[in-house]
């Protein structure tokens, strides 16, 4: 019930295109859903995150979306480009410090 | 403005020798946090710290490993005995003020390697 499940593991999009990420939890009591960028060889970023209150959050080209009945939540790059490509892990807490991560998408735009 | 600071970078210990991984939180934060990261897995929770307390160490294995964060100095992340399992990737995380701000900012990770 503690886990975040993230797919898909590995995406390829062409440069301008839209990435897709999705995450789905079990807990209910989650209520903080923030997205981490990792380039190889350094830590995770913080990019963009967002509370159950809210449908959607925009950020630039970067969006998330979340449905509260599915207990699921996405992050859209639109317009993605090759420096974009990076591993990006989805995180949900329960109204404390206790991350818990997903596994990643390793993703790779083509120029 | 500096952001969360680990050293060192890349440690390498032969089996059974101590590791000490060290962690600066970013200026104004009083919560650090140490994430493992096995390869191509996700980060998993270790412990949580403040100043000279151990709020939460749940993930933490319950031997071997022990994490402190002194009045002053860096938080330390210490692994006796080091086995080649333990070779992964360790993350600290500061956050100002547990309940005002969910937002961790991580470091760039100390790799340990385990021979």
């Known amino acids: 019930q503690q886990q975040v499940k993230q797919s898909p593991q590995s995406l390829i999009v062409q440069k301008g295109g839209i990435s897709i990420i999705n995450c789905a939890y079990e807990n209910t009591a989650f209520d903080y859903f923030p997205w981490y960028q990792q380039f190889p060889g350094k830590g995770p970023a913080l990019l963009i995150a967002i509370r159950p209150d809210v449908s959607e959050k925009k950020e630039g080209r970067f969006t998330i979306s979340f449905n509260k009945s599915a207990k699921q939540f996405s992050l859209h790059i639109m317009d993605s480009q090759p420096g974009d490509s990076a591993t990006y892990f989805c995180a949900a807490s329960s109204g404390t410090y206790k991350y818990i991560f997903g596994t990643g998408t390793r993703l790779k735009v083509l120029a | 403005n500096a952001g969360v600071m680990q050293n060192p970078r890349h440690l390498v210990r032969r089996r059974g020798q101590e590791a000490r991984l060290r962690c600066s939180p970013m200026?104004?934060?009083?919560?650090v946090y140490w994430y493992r990261q096995l390869p191509e897995e996700g980060l998993k929770f270790m412990v949580y710290?403040?100043?000279?307390?151990?709020?939460?160490e749940s993930g933490m294995p319950k031997e071997r490993f022990s994490a402190e964060f002194p009045k002053e100095g860096p938080s330390i992340l210490r692994i006796q005995q080091v086995v080649r399992g333990d070779s992964a990737a360790y993350f600290c995380a500061s956050s100002p003020m547990q309940g005002l701000s969910y937002e961790q900012y991580f470091g760039p990770g100390t790799r340990l390697t385990v021979t």
């Open positions: 710290l403040q100043k000279e307390n151990i709020i939460d």
């Open positions: 200026k104004g934060h009083s919560h």
